[in-house]
Structure formats: structure tokens, C-alpha cells
Nanobody
């Protein structure tokens, strides 16, 4: 499965961005699509994820500001990011988990200036 991320860029604090991920094909069974991010010098962390039954999880650090949505028919995962903060600056990676197998996209840079 290939994951193609789009969106991202540079925005001022308080601004909004939307990043999207599209999978090349669907998989059978329960799958989880998520966005992870990695800031310089920090470990990669989960931002938000949705399984193909609609159950979602959003990290506490972005809850209330970020909204994740998934379209199973189109194999897409979107992350709407509002009220962005400089601490949100990171490379954002799309992930698809199927059982014990992880697929990763190439990452998209999000930079929030103060």
C-alpha cells in the first residue's frame, strides 16, 4: 500500500492548515489510519487516528483544535488543524495499520511561526 500525503506548509500561529493522505488501495479487515508527527529532536508521536469502523482517537495536546476524518470509500484520511501553535511544528506522517503491519507515507512538513 502506498500512502500519499498532501497539504502542509507554513502558517502563522493561530492559523489553520489541512493535510490529506490517500492510500493506493483498501485492505480487508480492521484497519487504522492515523497521523503521526515528529519534531526535531523528539520522538514520533500519534496525533490522531481512525479505524474503518469510525472509532477515533485524538491526542490530548491537539484535542479541540485538530479534527480527523476518514473516507473509507476513497481510502483517504484528512487532518484539519486549527489554532495552530509553534509547538505543532513537525513533519506529519500518514500511517495505515493492518494487523501487525504498518505502512507509512513520505511525510509532510508543517511549520507554525510565532
Amino acid at each position: 500500500v502506498q500512502l500519499q500525503a498532501s497539504g502542509g506548509g507554513l502558517v502563522q500561529a493561530g492559523g489553520s492548515l489541512r493535510i490529506s493522505c490517500e492510500g493506493s488501495r483498501s485492505l480487508s479487515g480492521v484497519t487504522i489510519m492515523g497521523w503521526h508527527r515528529q519534531a526535531p529532536g523528539k520522538q514520533r508521536e500519534l496525533v490522531a487516528a481512525v479505524d474503518n469502523r469510525g472509532s477515533s482517537h485524538v491526542a490530548g495536546s491537539v484535542r479541540g483544535r485538530f479534527t480527523v476524518s476518514r473516507d473509507n470509500a476513497r481510502n483517504t484520511l484528512d487532518l484539519q488543524m486549527n489554532n495552530l501553535k509553534p509547538d505543532d511544528t513537525a513533519v506529519y506522517y500518514c500511517n495505515l495499520r493492518s494487523g501487525s503491519v504498518d505502512y507509512w507515507g513520505q511525510g509532510t512538513q508543517v511549520t507554525v511561526s510565532s
